[in-house]
């Protein structure tokens, strides 16, 4: 499994090296090492990790829910001297002075019981009451072992619901994390390719300045011996100042993209980034088949579908439980007290507690009913919706393969495209110098010339784009055949080693 997480010691070697070769602070900076540092210092990639490890103390406290709990609780101490009411034999009330000071302390083993939706506790506690004032005294009452049980009858088993649906629910954050960190690889790629765009539009308006004033030097030499009009040495001027001005043009949007790349990575504001075009691309093809079982095996969006259907038939289950409600509580153990600590152990009473809780509405004027059937309506609903949601995720999927696999064709024509259109121009260039062909014919071919590079950098973008698009549908990476993984455990332990 290709693990996504990097330990910050790679970050560390990572980062040195872009610099090693430049000590002008300048990056010459690959696509996959934009997308690794994106992953390691974006604020995108930190705001996936926190929401990972929410999700990951929610399971925790779920799975620590199903294991046994010991409590203690205690009064040190409760001290009381007040007045209180007391009726005598004769049936008349009186006040009495209670003047006395009381300790208590209780270990209780509580489970949870996930198969009948019980709680059981194994208690031990000790009480002592001391009387003060006059003839003061102590009096200790223990319980060594007493056994408690709470079931609800007919209600609804809630540990049964839970067991169910956080393990989905943890599976869902575990995959919309790896989806995350797929989406900021998307951010990269798009910030990457904005510049690297910027920087060919400031080569080509270099490009076009350096041939527009060598034309216009070119013409002035004509013009003097007649070979070419007044008009036509006008546009050629006009043509050089115009392409001053796009190099102004183009290196502010240089500095803009780059500004935004910079941030985006957590790079410093001195570092100028020199991002390189990719040279090679993987050749294949994808099968839809093959990418949407990926993607039902891999992506949240499938464990997020039978998280809402789960809790949708809890939301039922919840409704129809509370139309009655039957509770059984029973307490089973010893008792014993004394004056002394040690013989109120001595000499045990069984100590008995048996209650049966009943709650069944006689007449609610179909209150009850009434959200049990708006819970199944709900549970309709959602199954609706998740069925059209379902229909719209195979669509989208269907959509990124069939762009991906054409993209390679468009990228090939874009290449050679780009290539023809430059042959054109220098071309049109000796054929101009040599008076064959006119201004237009020159202009044009530069504009062709431009409109071919960029294309093919943006066809170069798009080929990237659906590439690591359906690497983040799908959780599975195609060139090496694996499935996106992580260590989550170890990530959660890194991230709390560095507070």
Same mark, same amino acid.
Request: charged share 25%; glycine share 6%; aromatic share 10%.
């Given at each position: #499994? ?52 929410? @999700? ?30 007391? =009726? ?6 009186? &006040? ?19 198969? +009948? /939706?019980?709680?059981?506790? *194994? ?7 001391? =009387? ?5 005294? %102590?009096? &200790? ?52 390719? %904005? ?54 043009? @183009? $290196? ?5 993209? #780059? ?10 504001? =001195? ?42 038939? &809890? ?20 008792? /014993? ?45 959602? $199954? ?21 696999? %054409?993209?390679?064709?468009? *990228?090939?024509?874009?290449? =050679? ?13 000796? +054929? ?21 590079? $960029? ?24 060139? +090496? ?19």
């Amino acid at each position: #499994m290709r693990k996504l997480y990097l330990s910050i010691t790679f970050v560390s070697l990572i980062i040195p090296a872009f610099y090693a070769e430049n000590d002008d602070n300048r990056i010459r900076l690959t696509l996959k090492e934009a997308i690794t540092l994106a992953q390691l210092q974006s604020v995108d990639a930190a705001v996936a990790l926190n929401e990972l490890k929410t @999700a990951y103390w929610e399971y925790r406290t779920h799975q620590a829910d199903r294991l046994p709990e010991i409590i203690f609780t205690g009064t040190i101490p409760s001290y009381n001297n007040n007045y209180g009411k007391y =009726q005598q034999p004769d049936g008349a009330y009186t &006040y009495v002075q209670n003047n006395w000071l009381g300790l208590s302390g209780k270990v209780s083993i509580d489970q949870n019981i996930a198969l +009948t /939706g019980g709680r059981i506790s *194994l208690v031990t506690s000790l009480d002592l009451t001391r =009387q003060l004032g006059a003839g003061a005294y %102590n009096e &200790y009452m223990s319980i060594p072992f007493g056994i408690t049980i709470e079931q609800p009858v007919f209600g609804i088993n809630n540990h049964k619901w839970r067991r169910r649906i956080e393990p989905v629910r943890y599976r869902e954050a575990k995959a919309a994390y790896i989806e995350n960190v797929e989406e900021v690889t998307l951010s990269t790629i798009a910030f990457f390719f %904005n510049l690297l765009q910027a920087k060919e539009n400031l080569a080509i308006a270099n490009q076009n300045l350096e041939n527009a004033n060598k034309l216009y030097d070119i013409a002035v030499a004509k013009r003097k011996i007649g070979h070419i009009s007044e008009n036509e040495l006008m546009q050629l001027e006009l043509s050089a100042l115009q392409a001053k001005g796009l190099v102004t043009e @183009a $290196l502010s949007d240089l500095n803009a993209r #780059m500004f935004q790349l910079r941030a985006f990575l957590g790079l410093s504001e =001195q570092d100028i980034v020199d991002p390189v075009v990719p040279e090679s691309i993987p050749s294949f093809r994808m099968i839809y088949d093959d990418v949407l079982e990926k993607a039902r095996e891999n992506n949240a969006f499938a464990q997020n579908i039978l998280r809402r259907q789960l809790e949708a038939d &809890y939301a039922v289950a919840s409704a129809k439980g509370n139309r009655r409600s039957i509770n059984l509580f029973a307490s089973v153990g010893y008792t /014993g007290k004394d004056v002394t600590l040690d013989r109120s152990y001595d000499g045990l009473r069984g100590n008995q507690i048996v209650e049966v809780g009943v709650s069944v509405p006689i007449l609610d004027w179909g209150k009850r009913k009434g959200k049990v059937k708006v819970a199944e309506s709900n549970r309709e609903v959602i $199954l609706s919706r998740t069925k059209q949601e379902q229909m719209n995720f195979n669509q989208n999927i269907f959509l990124l393969v069939e762009n991906f696999n %054409n993209q390679a064709g468009q *990228l090939e024509i874009a290449v =050679q495209a780009d290539k023809i259109a430059e042959k054109r121009y220098l071309t049109s260039i000796e +054929t101009f110098m040599i008076g064959k062909i006119s201004i237009l014919d020159l202009n044009d071919a530069q504009r062709s010339k431009d409109e071919a590079k $960029l294309k093919h950098i943006q066809e170069l973008y798009r080929y990237w784009y659906y590439l690591y698009n359906i690497r983040s549908v799908t959780l599975h990476d195609f060139i +090496t055949n694996r499935n996106l993984d992580a260590d989550f455990e170890d990530i959660i332990k890194r991230q709390g080693t560095k507070r």
